[in-house]
T-cell receptor, first 118, second 108 residues
Framework: EVQLVESGGGLVQPGGSLRLSCSAS????????MTWVRQAPGKGLQWVAS????????YYADSVRGRFSISRDNSRKTVDMQMNSLRDDDTAVYYC???????????WGQGTLISVSS | EVVLAQSPGTLSLSVGERATLSCRAS???????LAWYQRKPGQAPRLLIY???TRAPGIPDRFSGSGSGTDFTLTISSLEPEDFAVYYC?????????FGQGTKLEIK
């Protein structure tokens, strides 16, 4: 059974940093790209960042490029996202998702809440 | 960026009725790269449909997807109590991969 468990959420002040982690199990981790998707309060889903199975290529939404960095450790089956220069509008539930054979997502974690507030 | 507009925002129906949810793209979606997800409160999103019309493993056949170009539809042929949720479409043909704003399917 595929399982994705996020951790690292919490309250942070504007301009601060946070690191999210997603621990994966139940599939051949290094074969699949992984993605972070977020949902701000009262809003829809927004793709944030993705990383290929090898970890060599990362993609970012314009709103986070230069501030967020996605990485993965295939030996530990984890995917992380370092979030710097956080802003109020980064407040959201962040989901870790497993890509299928393309950039759609066949398994999702339960999400972790990031609140950016002074 | 491909903007996806879902309609209606809220759909009120009864168990056993047919639900038709719309997703319209601001430009033609590349290939067949359109997916649908179901989201229930407190749960992770669940993949229902990919490639416009292919059901994900374990998804009941009352769920079907159709469409092409800029207009796509998710149909639930006969609503079950567990189908009341929020539904999102997503295009994955061009980066940034984008989602619609969602349609809430509520019990009438």
């Amino acid at each position: 059974e595929v399982q994705l468990v996020e951790s690292g959420g919490g309250l942070v002040q504007p301009g601060g940093s946070l690191r999210l982690s997603c621990s994966a199990s139940g599939f051949d981790f290094s074969t699949y790209a992984m993605t972070w998707v977020r949902q701000a309060p009262g809003k829809g889903l927004q793709w944030v960042a993705s990383i290929t199975g090898t970890g060599k290529i990362a993609y970012y939404a314009d709103s986070v490029r230069g501030r967020f960095s996605i990485s993965r450790d295939n030996s530990r089956k984890t995917v992380d996202m370092q979030m710097n220069s956080l802003r109020d509008d980064d407040t959201a539930v962040y989901y870790c998702a497993k890509n299928s054979y393309g950039y759609y997502f066949d398994h999702w974690g339960q999400g972790t809440l990031i609140s950016v507030s002074s | 960026e491909v903007v996806l507009a879902q309609s209606p925002g809220t759909l009120s129906l009864s168990v056993g009725e047919r639900a038709t949810l719309s997703c319209r793209a601001s430009q033609s979606v590349l290939g067949t790269y359109l997916a649908w997800y179901q989201r229930k409160p407190g749960q992770a999103p669940r993949l229902l449909i990919y490639g416009i019309s292919t059901r994900a493993p374990g998804i009941p056949d009352r769920f079907s997807g159709s469409g092409s170009g800029t207009d796509f539809t998710l149909t639930i042929s006969s609503l079950e109590p567990e189908d009341f949720a929020v539904y999102y479409c997503q295009q994955y043909g061009a980066s940034p991969w984008t989602f619609g704003q969602g349609t809430k399917l509520e019990i009438k």
